[in-house]
């Protein structure tokens, strides 16, 4: 299926199947998502679901946004991978609970929520605000850039900051994160507001901890 020589892109009803989508620079928006697409979303164009919910279980390369609207859900499950995706602007529901492994994202903003189940989400080069909440069992880590955090989350698993910078804001937290929060690295930080999340600190080497009211 190949749109790069639309004008504008294209907006199909729900994708399904095993084949391959060709985006060239344009942008594909599912209008009413419905389907399971095992196959290859490829080009430097991007993805939108306006509605409904679209399961992808193939290693997409598109390098272009992923777009999920209110009330819509984007699935990753088995392979299922966006991590060329430049960011995931996330109204709706990101559900990677189904992946065989560990999920990453370039960056990821937006009032939608994250269900994670077991796996663990890694932000490869944040640059995102969170105002959602991040469930399940699973973790979270961030290995560049800076991701803002200002829902109650509630996922259980690991935090962990390789590099970069994990700003908690206003009522941000990660307080129910059931395993000590690690940062690893010079260039590692974690940002809190002035009431200090409730989780405990191991360092790896020396690191900084910037303790301030953000109002952002």
Do not use: H, W
């Not at 419905?34 to 193939?58: D, K, M, N, P, Q």
């Not at 800076?146 to 109650?152: E, K, P, S």
Request: charged content about 5%; aromatic content about 2%.
């Amino acid at each position: 299926f190949d749109i790069s020589g639309t004008s504008s892109g294209a907006i199909i009803t729900s994708l399904s199947g095993s084949g391959n989508v060709m985006l060239g620079g344009k942008a594909l928006r599912l209008s009413n998502a419905s389907g399971t697409f095992s196959g290859v979303i490829s080009g430097t164009g991007g993805l939108t679901l306006r509605a409904g919910t679209e399961t992808l279980s193939g290693t997409n390369t598109y390098t272009g946004g992923t777009t999920i609207a209110s009330n819509t859900v984007m699935r990753l499950s088995g392979s299922g991978s966006i991590a060329a995706s430049r960011g995931v602007t996330n109204a709706g529901t990101l559900d990677i609970s189904e992946a065989i492994g560990d999920v990453t994202l370039v960056t990821i903003s937006g009032a939608g929520g994250v269900t994670l189940g077991a796996k663990t989400l890694a932000l490869s080069n944040a640059s995102g605000t969170v105002s959602g909440v991040i469930s399940g069992t699973g973790g979270l880590t961030l290995s560049a850039g800076t991701q803002i955090l200002y829902a109650v989350n509630t996922y259980t698993g690991a935090t962990t900051i390789t590099a970069g910078t994990l700003k908690l804001i206003l009522s941000g937290s990660i307080a129910s994160s059931g395993k000590n929060l690690t940062i690893y690295t010079g260039t590692a930080a974690l940002a809190l507001p002035t009431t200090s999340v409730q989780a405990r600190v191991r360092l790896q080497c020396p690191v900084l901890l910037a303790l301030s009211a953000l109002q952002e």
